[in-house]
């Protein structure tokens, strides 16, 4: 199982961003999906998911600017960012909780894709 973000980049205070996250691998079942960032000095925070349940779930502090979905058929999820700040710069990661071939369930993390939000 493989986790890879794309969509990453430099942007000015206000602009937006798409971020991407594609699964593969030997998936039987996506149960969870979460984007986690984390800034320089910071620790790892949660951004925006979907529950088990399949209902969508946002951090205050990014409630109407971003966006989670999910196309299943592509195993992609997707984080569509709009109005950033400064403040939103941070390593972006996608985090899955999948079921594989094996019948095990994991908690698989991305590699992470840098977002930078210039003032």
């Known amino acids: 199982v493989q986790l890879v973000e794309s969509g990453g980049g430099l942007v000015q205070s206000g602009g937006s961003l798409r971020l991407s996250c594609v699964a593969s691998?030997?998936?039987?079942?996506?149960?969870?999906l979460n984007w986690y960032r984390q800034a320089p000095g910071r620790q790892r925070e949660f951004v925006a998911g979907?529950?088990?349940?399949?209902?969508?779930k946002y951090a205050d502090f990014v409630k109407d600017r971003f966006t989670i979905s999910f196309v299943s058929a592509k195993s992609t999820v997707y984080l569509q960012m709009n109005n950033l700040k400064p403040d939103d710069t941070a390593i972006y990661y996608c985090?899955?909780?999948?079921?594989?071939?094996?019948?095990?369930?994991?908690?698989?993390w991305g590699q992470g894709t840098q977002v930078t939000v210039s003032s």
């Open positions: 691998g030997s998936i039987i079942s996506i149960n969870t």
């Open positions: 985090n899955a909780d999948i079921t594989n071939t094996a019948r095990s369930t994991t908690s698989w």
């Open positions: 979907f529950t088990a349940g399949g209902n969508t």
